[in-house]
Every structure is written in structure tokens, then in C-alpha cells.
């Protein structure tokens, strides 16, 4: 699993792409949201996966990266969510966070391809960080550094 380098140097770039983020506490979401509008990004929010699902075909223009949390309320998980829409548009960028280590959520998860994760709590400047590594790479890789 690839994660996003521990002591990022400088500060990530901005962008103006769209980015749905998901996570079922406010209290993480919103600022996290903040964050990415201040590096110029559209952001759009949603609570659980579901209505993550209702946001993404309400919204017209494309979807560059989900921003997910793995274990959310509802029916479904962040995981499953991010297959679904990767189903629909296979270049989405997809970021993971949760409250679990890195390794933990490989546990958990069985996850063996090469993600981009977020452990929580991170720093604003590591999301965006995160953000702009997943849109600057290539299609069919979504890999940042280890730490």
C-alpha cells in the first residue's frame, strides 16, 4: 500500500478540478473541505457513500478525485463506493483515509493494489498534498511515496 510521504517539503500545488469528498464525520469533513477550496479546487461533500452516489449524478461536470473515508455509516463502505465509481469512470483518482494504520486497513480491507491513503487525523497541507500527487499521476496509477 502506498501512503502520502510523511513531512511533505513545500507547498502543494492548486488546481481548479472538482473533488467529491466523503467522510461521515463533520467534524473532519468540513475543514477538510476548506482546506482543498483554499488551494482552488470545487469541492463537493457528502456524508455517507449513498449520498455520495446522489452528488455524483446530480453533478454535471466530470469528477476528478474521491476523497473517501473508509468506514462509513450506511450501507456502504468508502471502499465499496470508490469501486463503483471507478466502474463508471476508471481514470477517477481515488484517496483513502481512516483512522486506521496503513497497515491495518490493508488488513481489514484486503487491499493489494496500489492506493493512495490518508491516515487520521492529517494535517490540511497533506491532503492537498495528496490531492494534487493523485491528479498528477497517471491514469492508471493512483501511487504516492511510501512513508
Avoid at 449513498?50 to 449524478?57: F, I, N, Q, S, T
Wanted: charged fraction near 20%.
Amino acid at each position: 500500500m502506498m501512503v502520502v510521504q510523511k513531512d511533505p517539503v513545500g507547498r502543494p500545488g492548486e488546481g481548479a478540478e472538482t473533488i467529491l469528498l466523503v467522510d461521515d464525520e463533520d467534524a473532519v469533513r468540513k475543514p477538510a473541505a476548506g482546506v482543498l477550496k483554499k488551494y482552488g479546487y470545487c469541492v463537493l461533500q457528502a456524508a455517507t457513500a449513498e449520498e455520495a452516489l446522489d452528488v455524483w449524478k446530480a453533478h454535471s461536470a466530470p469528477i476528478s478525485v474521491l476523497v473517501t473515508d473508509m468506514v462509513m455509516t450506511g450501507d456502504l463502505s468508502g471502499w465499496e463506493l470508490a469501486q463503483q465509481l471507478l466502474d463508471v469512470q476508471p481514470t477517477l483518482k481515488v484517496i483513502y483515509t481512516s483512522g486506521y494504520s496503513a497497515k491495518m486497513a490493508a488488513e481489514v480491507f484486503h487491499i493489494t493494489s496500489q492506493i493512495i491513503f490518508l491516515q487520521k487525523p492529517y494535517l490540511g497541507q497533506r491532503l492537498a498534498e495528496a490531492v494534487r500527487t493523485a491528479l498528477d499521476s497517471p491514469a492508471a496509477t493512483n501511487n504516492t511515496e511510501e512513508k
